[in-house]
């Protein structure tokens, strides 16, 4: 079975930079789609951007375009979330989860596999 775990949370200044990453046991995250999601306390979770089977890259949040990029490594079987330009709005717990498909999917309930979260607080 297909576990996740996610990593690289923290403290960082408005304006840095976080590298999360989610990496797959259980199973190889090649060929799925790997999503990546945050939850801030009272609102809703927030899909963000999701990477396909194929390589493709999908951003569902006009927030992070131009901010986030996520990459694949196949050779360490993780999916990377590249945050830069950090933001006061920012703050949340971030997740990773897998599709049991080779495509994204904006709604996150297509998601089938979840990492438990990695907590990210944006403060000067």
């Known amino acids: 079975q297909l576990q996740l775990v996610e990593s690289g949370g923290g403290l960082v200044q408005p304006g840095g930079s976080l590298r999360l990453s989610c990496a797959g046991s259980g199973g190889t995250l090649d060929y799925l789609a790997i999503g990546w999601f945050r939850q801030a306390p009272g609102k809703d979770r927030e899909t963000l951007l999701c990477?396909?089977?194929?390589?493709?890259?999908?951003y569902y949040s006009d927030s992070v375009n131009g901010r986030f990029t996520i990459s694949r490594d196949s050779a360490k079987n993780t999916v990377n979330l590249q945050m830069n330009r950090l933001k006061p709005e920012d703050p949340a717990v971030y997740y990773c989860?897998?599709?049991?498909?080779?495509?994204?999917?904006?709604?996150?309930?297509?998601?089938?596999?979840w990492g438990q979260g990695t907590q990210v607080t944006v403060s000067s």
């Open positions: 989860a897998a599709r049991k498909f080779l495509n994204c999917a904006g709604d996150s309930r297509r998601y089938n596999s």
């Open positions: 990477i396909n089977g194929s390589g493709t890259r999908t």
